[in-house]
């Protein structure tokens, strides 16, 4: 009969072989594991990484949404009139920056990511510059055209490529809040745009040129000293950023990896990774979520000025009326960030967000008082928070390329609103036209995101079960062969990305 008091020994030998060979095999699996970085305080390099980061793509971000919105200041100081636009010619010198934007949108991510950021968003800003500065010397409507096609290609970089960008940066639980902020300086740059247009309207005649030219010029020069500024101030990816110490590079990587970022420590361009993006069904959701967001968004601009004008005010004072509720808007974009990010419920903040836009809409096309309308705005300023996916895509290129497309798509859907808010619908939109295409955008938005939330769920239970569960090594289970076989978790980790069986997305 075997003694039994060895027994307790043996398992206790087992467990801690056991525990070795799983405390071995997981440094092997830590990025560059012989540099201790133990001393590094997380708080700390998480601020150090914000006040590096977040405030100089705010600004570039609030100079791309200040040159997007100058053509509307630029028509209220005589430029349609100096450039024999008319009603149709300006609607399509709107829609043409768009066509440029969308098309190059996926492209510039992928160079985003082979090439350096310091440099790429550099040499975007330097361009897009150079184009503001040449609307303001073009002579006529084609030349004009031609300025807003290019201007829409260099600008399209930097909205999706800052969205990706910061994801290789961030643990997907810390994300929305920073790119809530940055979107944020979007909608502030919207509140002050036409306070800065009536300033540099003093210079109408400096120089020869008329108010509007100045406008242009202007805000061309600054965003062509911000690209060069640029190539010094904003850091490229986490292994090579200069304002860290050796072990704060390390320990921003390691960090990321039990995130589910497993391609923080680099990955090598494939096309298999595109064609990854283009052949997950969560792209094409994404897709459509973000469409809900971004119509309301670009409508929003549209018709503010046409309520306010109803109250009675025009000039400055209409102006400063629309900055409390473009400033409303960026709180609430942050705070549904923040929450977001808190509870780690992306889809449900959406879903509240996109309901309360649907309830400002539904008043603006059921009222008739301007008093209701202004405050309606208020409720509509809600529903624009964006539905990013970037922190439900894994592997860099492909978080890349899936980005670039849901906002690109977006932006499809944003040349809708420039086309169904006319003129001759002014002053209420009624439904079936503006307000009541916008609203079904806003279903759209709901719809996909419930989608998207649900079956995200779903998923997480089947990888929880076990029936995504990969074979690794020379393993036999043969019910598990249609999820792939691989030498090791690391190879299936970076040949499956989001679809490894251990990657749980954020629903």
């Not at 260099?154 to 960008?165: C, H, I």
């Not at 020869?208 to 062509?224: H, N, Q, S, Y």
Request: contains cysteine; proline residues 4%; glycine residues 8%.
């Amino acid at each position: 009969m075997p003694d039994t008091k060895d027994s307790p020994n043996i398992s206790v030998d087992k467990e801690l072989e056991t525990a070795v060979t799983t405390q071995e095999t997981t440094l092997h699996e830590v990025y560059r594991p012989g540099i201790d970085t133990s001393e590094i305080d997380d708080t700390i390099l998480l601020r150090k990484l914000d006040l590096r980061l977040i405030p100089w793509l705010s600004v570039l971000y609030f100079l791309s949404s200040l040159d997007r919105t100058s053509l509307g200041n630029a028509k209220l100081y005589h430029w349609s009139t100096d450039l024999r636009i008319t009603d149709n010619r300006y609607l399509l010198c709107l829609i043409i920056f768009y066509f440029g934007y969308v098309l190059f949108e996926v492209p510039s991510n992928v160079l985003l990511k082979r090439l350096r950021p310091s440099i790429w968003l550099s040499v975007l800003l330097v361009l897009w510059g150079c184009m503001m500065v040449v609307q303001g010397l073009v002579p006529n409507f084609s030349g004009f055209m031609a300025t807003r096609w290019w201007l829409g290609v260099f600008e399209a970089g930097l909205f999706p490529g800052v969205n990706f960008y910061l994801s290789c940066w961030y643990k997907r639980s810390e994300l929305g809040v920073r790119a809530a902020v940055f979107f944020s300086a979007g909608n502030i740059a919207g509140a002050f745009s036409g306070l800065l247009a009536d300033a540099i309207a003093n210079m109408e005649g400096v120089g020869g040129k008329p108010a509007w030219a100045w406008i242009f010029i202007l805000e061309g020069i600054v965003t062509v000293v911000a690209g060069i500024l640029s190539f010094w101030i904003v850091q490229d990816f986490p292994d090579t950023a200069r304002f860290l110490t050796d072990a704060e590079r390390i320990a921003v990587i390691r960090r990321l990896q039990p995130d589910d970022q497993f391609s923080a420590i680099g990955e090598k361009f494939r096309w298999k990774y595109i064609v990854q993006s283009l052949a997950d069904w969560k792209t094409w959701v994404g897709m459509l979520c973000y469409a809900g967001c971004n119509a309301p968004l670009y409508a929003f601009s549209l018709f503010l000025p046409s309520i306010i004008s109803r109250l009675g005010y025009q000039d400055t004072p209409a102006d400063l009326l629309t900055v409390p509720v473009y400033v409303c808007a960026s709180i609430v974009t942050c705070i549904i960030g923040f929450l977001a990010d808190k509870q780690e419920r992306r889809g449900l903040f959406n879903l509240i967000s996109l309901s309360l836009g649907a309830v400002g809409y539904i008043i603006l096309v059921s009222s008739r008082s301007p008093k209701v309308s202004y405050f309606a705005t208020y409720l509509a300023a809600g529903g624009i928070y964006p539905a990013i996916l970037s922190n439900n895509v894994e592997g860099s290129y492909k978080r890349s390329v899936t980005l670039a497309m849901v906002i690109s798509f977006g932006n499809i859907n944003g040349i809708v609103s420039i086309n169904i808010y006319r003129a001759k619908d002014r002053p209420w939109f009624l439904l079936g036209k503006s307000h009541g295409i916008v609203l079904m955008y806003i279903g759209i938005g709901l719809v996909a995101t419930l989608i998207l939330n649900i079956c995200l769920t779903r998923e997480n239970v089947r990888r929880e079960k076990g029936l995504r569960d990969e074979i690794i090594g020379d393993g036999e289970a043969k019910e598990l062969q249609k999820n792939g076989r691989f030498a090791s978790v690391a190879e299936a980790k970076r040949e499956k990305g989001d679809a490894w069986s251990g990657y749980r997305y954020i629903s």
